[in-house]
């Protein structure tokens, strides 16, 4: 059984930095693409980043492009998301996921199948 169990949400002021984790159970993490998702508040789920298998080449949207960093720990079974310089439009629910699809897949929501529970993250301005 496939799960995924992301912490390290909070409360935290513009400008701050947050590392989230994921921890995956049930699947050798060197075969699945891993990545990071956010829905904020009254909005749809959207991507946020990705490592690609076995974890050498990485994605991001562009809002978070340059403040953001996602890693992956395939010994360990671990997928970060580093976040610095946060802003209040970061505030949502993060979600990390997992997939097999193609690479050309990799930002698409509907291509991964294993999520987590999601943690909370909140920017205050």
């Known amino acids: 059984q496939v799960q995924l169990s992301e912490s390290g949400g909070t409360l935290v002021q513009a400008g701050d930095s947050l590392r989230l984790s994921c921890a995956v159970s049930?699947?050798?993490?060197?075969?699945?693409?891993m990545a990071w998702f956010r829905q904020p508040p009254g909005k749809e789920r959207e991507f946020v980043a990705a490592s690609a298998r076995p974890g050498s080449s990485t994605y991001y949207t562009e809002a978070v492009k340059g403040r953001f960093t996602i890693s992956r720990d395939n010994s360990k079974s671990m997928v970060y998301l580093q976040m610095n310089g946060l802003k209040p439009e970061d505030t949502a629910t993060y979600y990390c996921?997992?997939?097999?699809?193609?690479?050309?897949?990799?930002?698409?929501?509907?291509?991964?199948?294993?999520w987590g529970q999601g943690t909370q993250v909140t920017v205050s301005s």
């Open positions: 996921a997992s997939s097999t699809v193609a690479l050309s897949g990799i930002r698409r929501l509907d291509m991964y199948r294993a």
């Open positions: 049930g699947l050798r993490m060197i075969n699945y693409h």
